[in-house]
């Protein structure tokens, strides 16, 4: 791509391009963050306001019934199936990612310690460089149970196979890593694992509207995410969990609250838990971020997946071969791996003083973030980018690069 208007002229011909106008986005802000934080849909505002002033403030508690916020981690649940590849009642939006993710490997470990043949297994896989919550929870939950659990921390996706064996109990891994942006072969280590009697929970915090997943077509066990990334579901909107059909009467997980039993309103003494997905709830959701997720996923309604990855490996495409021509000047490293099978939504670049060229960018309306170490990502969200803006964005940054534009010494902030 040698011109800005060789760029307008992709603009022209994007069949996604009058999508952009269901967003709310800032006038001269170049968002390339909304891996991180999904913007506003138009529909949210309006949405929010209808629920507070009619919903909350003037019908009440009568709205559980007649505005259906009882019923909504189920309706939404539905509506999102189609974008990873399941099918309405095996996913609910609820609770947060890492909270979903103790309940999928609680119910998983319980379900091996179950089988006579697997009961011994101790081993739960996992990437040394998978997103720390989901690290952190696997340890949590496993020195919680106490049963001698160990977490197998891999070092390279190439080493998995080899590292899914028969002492292996769980294997729970991000399908799109957060940093790099490396995209695991969800089939292949699914069928992997399961040759050699292991359960699979996918984290698809950064796959989920962001390319297409197949969960049920690669015969995967259990999966999470996050609705508030390229869902666009608002900040710390409630995440989701998928269970397949297979292991849903098995699906025993330990919040067992009263959304999950199978009569919440009988007030029974002792759990029952219900008998389809909704035994993967626990109790009362906050409904106005919870209804919010609806205002995104009515946005992916009118695409579909595939045009979305078409879209999204043109846009990751063109910003690696922009900032390596333009910038070759520059001390930049690819971290995201260059074929298309590997490769998720965002980009990655390593820059020795990658935390302040970042601040640089943002300051002049260019948002992307940082990552230890030295990592600059980039988010591309196929919805609302413009070419055109992937060119302004490398342009800027060529700027900054070439005028030494930015403080290496300063202060980090709380959330970079
Ligand atoms: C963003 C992200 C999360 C976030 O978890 P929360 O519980 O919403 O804070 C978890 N896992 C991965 C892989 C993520 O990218």
Redesign the pocket.
Known sequence: MSSRNDCIALDQHDELAPLRNEFFLPEGLIYLDGN?LGVSPKASASRARELIEQEWATDLIRSWNKAGWFDLPVKLGDKLAPLIGANAGEVVVTD????N?FKALAAALRIQGLDPAKAQRRIIVTERS??P??IYIAQGLSQWLDRGYLLRLVDAPEELHAAIDDDTAVVML?HVN?RSAYLLDLGGITAHAHQKGALVIW?L??SAGALPVALNDANADFA?G?T??YLNGGP?SP?FIWVAPRHLAGFSQPLSGWWGHAAPFAMEPSFQAGSGIKRALCGTQPVVSLALVECGLDIFAKTDMEAIRKKSLALTDLFIDLVETRCAAHPLKLVTPRPHHLRGSHVSFEHPHGYAVMQALIERGVIGDYREPHIMRFGFTPLYLRFSDVWDAVDILLDILDTAAYRPDQDRVAVT
């Open positions: 991180s947060s990612t890492s909270i993710l998978n997103f919550t989901d991000t957060y984290d915090a950064h999470v996050c508030y990334k710390g995440a």
